[in-house]
């Protein structure tokens, strides 16, 4: 197996170009390192985390601008995420052990496309768009087109993800990420749930309601049916159930050694309720009844 530790995304693209699906780009390593051991060994490795510019986390215009070599412990510990963005830090503080989120990265969680990815659902709802680097130049993809199944994104073999933009929800918004596992933060999840609400000027109204579902799908997905039956209306118990149905509805999960699609089905009923009655407290001061 060669090893390459390009020091420009120019070189890393070359490298990429010359091996394609015989390369693999690693970072952390925190999931790269587990296939070598337990699957077949790549051509080649593509170390990226030497090239600067890749790991910062700042302010851009209406939002945040997050490089792709950005572990998930940076994101965790930045002000920055924890003020403007407290869903992506929610996600990222439950993310594996400490030992995971210190090496993990950003980039190698989104490249990864795992249906159960901890930050992909909440980056999915806070409508983030990915900034990919390609030879032939740069394209910049919404977060609902990027992921085409498990472990594939629109980056193919030839692609780099550079940084990510997530801008920031209204003021007045909450948002929260309902991660269900058989040992917490420290497993992946069964189901996780993110949603985002925000209400009318009056409190009294879901102007914008934002829900995505991870590990009930081939991808991480926004559960738009179910956005269009709250949105505009005062919520109330009835209605908060029936998104739940409505929210199972749109999954599509699989039964496998971690949970059976039936009991996924539930889980994804039970969050979505809990999801919008928290975030309409929150929002609001109100209970929904």
């Given amino acids: 197996m060669d090893y390459f530790e390009p020091k420009t995304v120019s070189e890393a693209l070359s490298l990429l170009a010359k091996f394609g699906d015989q390369a693999k780009i690693i970072a952390g390593g925190t999931d790269v390192m587990v296939d070598i051991k337990y699957r077949e060994e790549p051509g080649c490795l593509v170390n990226i985390k030497r090239i600067p510019g890749l790991n910062a986390i700042e302010e851009n215009g209406a939002g945040l601008r997050i490089g792709s070599l950005v572990t998930i412990r940076e994101m965790e510990t930045s002000q920055l995420v924890r003020e403007r963005l407290p869903l992506l830090w929610e996600a990222s503080h439950q993310f594996a052990s400490l030992q995971i989120r210190n090496t993990a990265t950003i980039g190698g969680n989104i490249c990864r496309a795992s249906p159960s990815g901890e930050t992909l659902t909440p980056l999915l709802v806070l409508e983030a768009k990915a900034k990919l680097a390609f030879s032939d130049g740069e394209k910049t993809e919404a977060f609902d087109s990027l992921f085409q199944g498990p472990g ?3 980056l193919g073999a030839a692609g780099l993800l550079a940084n ?7 003021k007045n918004s909450c948002a929260v990420y309902l991660k269900h596992a058989v040992r917490g933060a420290m497993d992946i999840a069964i189901v996780g749930v993110a949603v985002l609400v925000t209400p009318d000027v009056a409190n009294a109204q879901l102007q914008d309601v934002r829900i995505g579902l991870g590990a009930v799908a081939p ?3 926004r559960a738009a049916k179910t956005e269009a039956l709250v949105r505009g209306k005062s919520p109330n118990a009835a209605l908060v159930q029936e998104a739940g149905r409505m929210a199972v509805s749109e999954s599509s999960p699989i039964s496998d050694q971690r949970s059976s699609a039936e009991y996924r089905r539930w889980i994804v009923e039970a969050l979505t309720r809990r999801g919008l009655e928290q975030c309409w407290k929150a929002a ?4 929904v009844v």
């Fill in 152 to 154: 594939q994104t629109r």
């Fill in 164 to 170: 990510i933009e997530v801008p920031y929800p209204a």
């Fill in 219 to 221: 991808t991480p997905i």
């Fill in 284 to 287: 609001t001061g109100k209970e």
